[in-house]
């Protein structure tokens, strides 16, 4: 019987949910030398904390997340709060020698990720290891992207076509949520989903984005308050008119150099009516290109210009192969895996880390390179200027 | 709490691991009257189901499927072994009072499965339940076309085009598994994959098959024997070669007649190369159209001939709304749902059913009429004949 | 300055229009040893035929067919007639020592075809050559799939699955043309698009289909009479109540063994709501696959399963390279054709090949086979047996 | 019998040909009040311009192109030349009194793109009218995408998302043709094949671009010279070593906000491996999306967020019904066309404007608006700056 590592979840929303079921079933699919368990999970709401507990499948529950870095029993904190509260509770978990998992992006300022990756940093030299939760890293497709880049399938790279589109807030009656609040999320569709596709490309090109020239957008400008928004926004943007400001932006486009010489286009938008999760990225180098749809996440395009020429085409490889990334421990071929199995593999390649003493990835260095990148294309938005990305710490 | 519903499952194999996933999860996605627990696994090998408990999840395990159906403590039985054995186990579970769900074919032949609707029939009159585990019946793409042609969007059916198209057995050097050996399959393609889309054309369409034409291929006669092939196969097959004859159909092609005046034709095969798992079903209908491909399984494509002319078109109808069939569940739009989670729908509509009192389908007299299906196209392909299916009982 | 190929059409409608472009444009497309010229035109509309000669670019029209035969200055005639004429003007035609290009189906019956094919094979021995016009042969993908196929590059084929999908007739308020009559028509969806994918089968797979089981259906069996249908079924089918009989097809489905071992489906249809013009094949052979859909003409996808596990997908081979079959002549990479260049390329071929003195394909004994496959299969609709395909005459 | 509209075309190659077949094809398939008659080709090639006109069937030929606008028996004169000769030869013309089209890009610079469209707008008070040569404005399905944005099928219009996507000179060894000169094209991708989404997307959504961020670049810095290109470049890149500079962009890309409130990504390249001809663009506006690549150039794909929710995704609009625009004149559903359909479309409209004393559209104000959004982008890709676009003249 393996060892434990014993989780304590904070948050238990939407990435609550997602995280909950990869700890659940990572021991069910992967055969791994630590088997996670569900300790306790915290939250504000003492009602909506137990119901998720109970429904979710933790053990214990709590309304305080100190309580969870205090216990001796806990092994790790995994933070799925908003990101305005990242900073304050990774900081606090790698200080009591807690390993961490955070959800993406790392923290809603760069002087909060900076602070993050110089305390993981640190706490690596104990071994105590943090990990960043872009999860669509571990998609199997882009996995096997990323390989066929490695293995040189498609030479020099020249373009990058980044997109992430969804259409969630089309509608003007839609409400202020938390997620349209800059307090709250640090920015829109920027951070949230421009995060992704942002790591991602750094990701599957091994290429980091030197310079940006960026535009946002914000197309409607008040959205209903909500019982929740109406309180947070009390003082900034509640005028009684039952309308509060939209205060990030609605979508946010840019232009990228990396360093490795491609140039790239980026557009994350919650306005592409008719997208609901398609994160898309396209690689075009000089011996092949690759393409992904989040929206068909089990297949990739690949395109092999050493084929003969009469040959040549995408192919669309339906990534559900036992010799594919992560595919072993799942179905036959043909048998798609879902959106959840992302978190599986994570937490999969986190306890694998774990247990052998090594960086998982991203780290929360890496992570502060997205971070800096997106700050960046947000001063970029500003000033209409070509914006350089600051450099990082040096990345692990 | 809820009350409980105490499993014993009968097998621990393929479909072992995808009904286990199912149980564990139900309870997590789902809010149900009942709360499913694993309370115990059976199978023949002692080293084998020991694994499998722990990995899967059961309380405890056996090597004795009678032992599971004797315990006061459980109170259903998953049946999750080869067509052969589905008859006896099932048989003896209904009649201890034990609900049963029983993997598709219900049974290798028609004797057994009239015996088992039967026999269900008469366990239903005491509050005791039984189902057949067609699984694709429960992708929410394919209750969405269900749902569509009852409410008649695409009008009268004139044809149903079904195809199950697999490919895993084109290599000759693949070996001679039970799944090739028709005394433990019953059949080949036609029994594994060709009965789901008997299925499923019957469920979305509401219409039967009436009458057959087919045709059954067996491309590769003899395989290597394995070692669990070579002892099977002994006295039929083995001649010392090191090959054993392959005795149930590679391929199995049919063209129909259904009940409401719809012609079809139906085809499984595990010679399609390239094609994975691609379950497709189209339905043209005298007001528009439907299309399915479980390659693609979170997307359904529907031409309604009710729109303006110049608009009309196949559309990609992402089937990962709130408002589309068991997605309110799970994840956003867009952030589609995998394989195992039919068998989670299939057991959370399960779950419902017993709670409630209500007879799950589809029920063993449904299965048994697909069985009857099997075997009019098994006569017809040996006796190169147009073959009438035969009446089954009334289905509940 | 090239030598002329004089040529003469008979027929102007819908098969006229495309062969007329083809004759105009053949020489402006592909350097040839003959220029063609267009001649004279024939119709029974004495108004129709001298629009249509003032608008299709010919130089002389005339109501007369036979007067075209007698003309010393036409060395072609080419039938766009329906099926119950083409025996007739093709016989003298031949007898008269003029090449034929004669459209599909080539008669319609076997004893016609018969007569066809024996009077071909006496003008070769004068160098007078006969083709049949199944223009989809020379779609550049099915050129480029059978070329594949005869480079092994898929194996020994175990499937074909072929249909061919229009919708034009689903509403039943559609009036009865001379197509749903089967004194002109021969048959409907049957001869008019199964011959079809039974001829480009048979062209791709370079296999002859042996036996077959089939059914046809009518759907809509009394549709209004027009003007033209009224005085043509007087006798038959006019009761005064305004409607006719169908006295087609609609539908024609049907299973067949091909005599290198293949198993297939077709399916030929009026009624697959949505679907325009979806002539369809794929065949799954011991290497690979390859599959086309007319609707996407400029398309193939192949399926290598020589490639890297890992890699293999079906690819989309954009069939626009000018090392792609006929697609020299026309423009750059990914500057698509259409439907019409089909019958260019189809009239390219028979250019050269009478320039060399060589048989064109699909000859007339090709098209006689298929009319015994068309036959074949409306045996077996009506007998409702497997129906063997009799034997041609010796193909050339 | 109709008027003739007698043309004389300036050069030979790609265009020409393409034009060529426009010409000789319009009055076959449109009913129209003038015919086309196809008088005289220049060329500077006294050989080549002789095999263009046999071939592609131009009744005369020369080469002295001022020698066609002297003629009395020409109405109008066709520019198919590199663009470094547009301006002269259109000036030319259009003094003479002669109708012009004029190929795109209009120009190689702003400064002769104003002299043109002066000279347009003076002749046109003569009745002398001038087009510029927007072939994919006249894809059925671009025409249907615009039809549908005019009746606010999508709404208020938030996102352009356009490329271009070519791959011909990724391979290094491809030699330095015009193409690649600055002196002869203007500029590389931008002008080349930017310039049609330039006009598309202004076209189709019926805003036009009002500043842009931009950035080219050249990934392949030097080629081989060709026997063409080493005359061509002698002094200024000829250094011996049997390589030249290339002094365009192989690339383009840019942000844009448009002046109806939208924002926009634009990509031009030659270096999109795989990509053929894929003229892509994407609208998301707040009632539905559309969407269209030409390498699928007889689809349309529209998203109608009106539809009810479960049933909405994105159509695939086989735009091949006579209800659409340009159809009527071709095939039966499903028979799609080609590329050369384009001009085909582009003359018949043409022809249209000019039998009705009407401005064809895109004039050439039209065009120097797009040559003003060009202009933009070289000095935004050159100062690194977000720029303006240059009011133009009033456009027509």
């Not at 010489?261 to 999760?277: C, Q």
Request: net charge negative.
């Amino acid at each position: 019987m393996s060892e434990q590592l014993r989780v304590g979840m904070v948050g238990y929303a939407f990435m609550g949910a997602a995280h909950s079921t990869a700890w659940r079933t990572v021991n069910r699919a992967f055969d791994l030398p630590l088997s996670a368990r569900m300790t306790a999970v915290s939250g504000r709401s003492p009602e909506g904390v137990a119901a998720a507990a109970a429904k979710l499948g933790w053990d214990e529950h709590t309304t305080d997340w100190r309580s969870l870095i205090e216990r001796d029993d806990i092994d790790l904190i995994d933070i799925c709060t908003p990101g305005d509260t990242h900073a304050e509770i990774a900081l606090a978990a790698l200080a009591a020698g807690k390993h961490v998992l955070c959800e993406k992006p790392l923290a809603n300022s760069v002087a909060e990720a900076r602070d993050m990756a110089a305390a993981a940093a640190q706490a690596a030299t104990s071994g105590v290891l943090a990990m960043c939760g872009f999860n669509y890293r571990r998609v199997p497709a882009v996995a096997l992207m990323r390989q066929l880049v490695q293995e040189g399938r498609i030479g020099t790279i020249r373009h990058v076509r980044a997109q992430y589109l969804q259409d969630w807030i089309v509608d003007p009656s839609f409400p202020l949520v938390w997620r349209l609040r800059k307090e709250l999320a640090g920015s829109g569709a920027l951070g949230d989903i421009g995060a992704h596709i942002i790591d991602l490309t750094q990701f599957v090109t091994g290429q980091s984005i030197s310079t940006v020239s960026a535009l946002t957008e914000t197309f409607v400008k008040q959205r209903p308050l909500t019982a929740e928004s109406a309180g947070l926004s009390a003082s900034a943007a509640n005028d009684g008119s039952g309308l509060g400001d939209v205060t990030v932006d609605d979508a946010a486009l840019f232009l990228a150099r990396l360093d490795g010489g491609a140039v790239a286009t980026y557009e994350a938008t919650r306005f592409a009516t008719g997208r609901k999760n398609a994160l898309r990225v396209e690689l075009n180098g000089s011996l092949g290109s690759l393409a992904f749809d989040f929206e068909r996440q089990n297949e990739l395009e690949f395109y092999d210009a050493a084929l003969p020429s009469a040959e040549q085409g995408f192919s669309r490889i339906l990534v559900t192969e036992a010799d594919h990334p992560y595919i072993g421990a799942w179905w036959p071929p043909g048998h798609g895996i879902g959106y959840e199995h992302t978190f599986t593999h994570e937490v999969r390649d986190l306890i694998e880390a774990i247990a052998t003493g090594q960086q998982p990835t991203p780290s929360f260095a890496d992570a502060l390179q997205v971070q800096l990148v997106l700050d960046a294309v947000s001063r970029s938005a500003e000033t209409a200027q070509w914006t350089a990305v600051e450099p990082a710490l040096e990345r692990v």
